[in-house]
């Protein structure tokens, strides 16, 4: 006997547990389907995001980052430690807490909105009156029918071409999350947000980190002006990074990985590190959706085809996240997820992909939203830019940390706010006052007439919104 729901939701990672709450808080009968495991074999949702990727990595981050000022820069403060050590064992045991309490978070959230959450991989079986039919396979086998359906499966790591991930040599960001101890030489390819990210932990921690990109210029997204001096500082820090590579063969041994590759003039180089991590992007998921059965629409890359407002060429059946098109962000998901399930009781969700922030949780962190100035270059829009570098900031100063400047860019002639780009300490804080006044379509000079309290770091958001008139005060 088929158990019947309004909605269910195919993934439970940030987009897919969202959408169910918020199904379930319009009033709707909800089930969510997740198969991720924790050790012990119980259900482990929060998808990746939760599991391996935006949360396990900013716990490692911090303690990695606590480890760097202990033994860099306490000093400077009059504070002197001795036998300083770090237990690589503990510190991803820590993590793996961080990662079970927002887990067991989910959970909770499921029961206090009435969600039902199923454990187990969920695939289509057919199209029937009303709705969709589902199959659950997990502990145990269930049938499922909903009369909506959200598919938000997420997506999975991309692997080199004959080189698979074997998170032992060759890791995934998975693999790269679990290390227990620190590598001597590790090697990283792409430099993209989670080679960054665990390039910047493992070099904290005593690795000699070499990271090989592709692209000739660094962070090719990223506004070349912020780049460049998120560069600098990686470089300075001793993260070495090649640009413009070519990577060949990659063999893994007895004593570690060996990488052949090409610089950018050509040469030939080689590379032999103790541990390889491969970042160079991610793929939809929909490995067992058994999208065929029902004739659900995927693309060349295997996404899941869906128009503006998330709807696929199903009727009754919607996807949202990594799954689709559109950035792979775990907040994008998010509002994606909130949208769906207010459009599916008869409301106007809304997503501005206009104003979705961009965040890298490196040291110095890395914040955007909207176009950079190559963007407004290339689109011929006239616009006028400010910046203010945290060398000028009080706050920074007093922390330690005046690495960076906050780039605001604004239209020449409305002086509404285009975009901006932070590079700097706690740049993933400041940026939500930039979303905010996009969304508001503010202008620069509304920035500027704000107070802000003294002494903090979001002065200088106030400080580079008068720069875009030349008129800053303090620099």
Request: glycine letters at 12%.
């Amino acid at each position: 006997m088929s158990k019947q729901f309004d909605v269910i939701v195919i993934g439970g990672g940030p987009g897919g547990y969202i959408a169910a709450i918020r199904a379930a808080q319009l009033g709707k009968i909800v089930a969510c389907v997740d198969e991720w495991k924790n050790a012990a074999g119980g259900p482990a949702p929060g998808g990746t995001c939760t599991n391996v990727g935006c949360i396990p990595s900013k716990a490692l981050l911090q303690s990695s980052e606590h480890f760097e000022q202990a033994s860099h820069h306490f000093a400077d403060h009059g504070i002197t430690v001795k036998g300083l050590s770090m237990d690589a064992g503990k510190m991803v045991g820590r993590k793996d807490a961080v990662v079970k309490q927002n887990n067991d978070g989910i959970l909770y959230l499921f029961k206090k909105n009435k969600v039902t959450f199923f454990h187990g991989r969920a695939s289509f079986v057919r199209a029937v009156d009303g709705g969709y039919e589902l199959k659950v396979v997990g502990a145990t086998e269930d049938a499922l029918v909903g009369q909506q359906i959200i598919v938000a499966t997420g997506s999975n790591a991309r692997t080199l071409p004959g080189t698979p991930f074997d998170e032992e040599n060759i890791l995934s960001n998975d693999g790269a999350l679990a290390m227990t101890s620190v590598p001597k030489k590790l090697g990283l390819i792409g430099s993209g947000v989670i080679g960054l990210e665990m390039g910047s932990v493992w070099r904290r921690l005593g690795s000699e980190v070499t990271i090989l990109e592709g692209l000739p210029d660094f962070l090719g997204a990223v506004d070349q002006q912020i780049a460049k001096e998120a560069q600098k500082a990686f470089v300075k820090q001793g993260l070495k990074i090649e640009l413009g590579v070519k990577v060949g063969e990659i063999k893994v041994g007895k004593k570690g990985v060996n990488v052949a590759w090409t610089n950018a003039k050509g040469e030939a180089q080689a590379l032999d590190v103790d541990k390889l991590i491969v970042s160079i992007g991610r793929v939809p998921n929909t490995i067992g959706l058994n999208a065929e059965a029902v004739g659900l629409q995927l693309d060349e890359r295997g996404a899941i085809v869906v128009d503006a407002e998330c709807k696929t060429n199903l009727p009754g059946v919607w996807a949202v996240g990594d799954v689709v098109r559109g950035p792979m962000l775990a907040h994008k998901a998010e509002e994606e997820g909130v949208a769906v399930a207010e459009r599916i009781a008869g409301q106007h969700g809304h997503v501005n992909f206009n104003t979705i922030p961009w965040v890298i949780y490196t040291s110095p962190e890395i914040a955007w939203v909207g176009r950079t100035e190559q963007q407004l270059k290339a689109d011929g829009v006239a616009y006028r830019a400010g910046t203010f570098p945290f060398l000028a900031n009080g706050r920074a100063r007093a922390l330690g940390d005046t690495t960076g400047m906050v780039k605001m860019l604004a239209d020449a002639t409305t002086d509404e706010i285009l975009g901006v780009h932070i590079v700097g300490p706690m740049a993933s804080e400041l940026i939500a006052e930039c979303v905010m006044a996009m969304e508001f379509r503010a202008s620069s000079e509304d920035i500027a007439r704000i107070c802000h309290a003294h002494p903090s770091l979001s002065e200088s958001t106030k400080e580079a919104a008068l720069a875009v008139d030349k008129r800053t005060l303090n620099f």
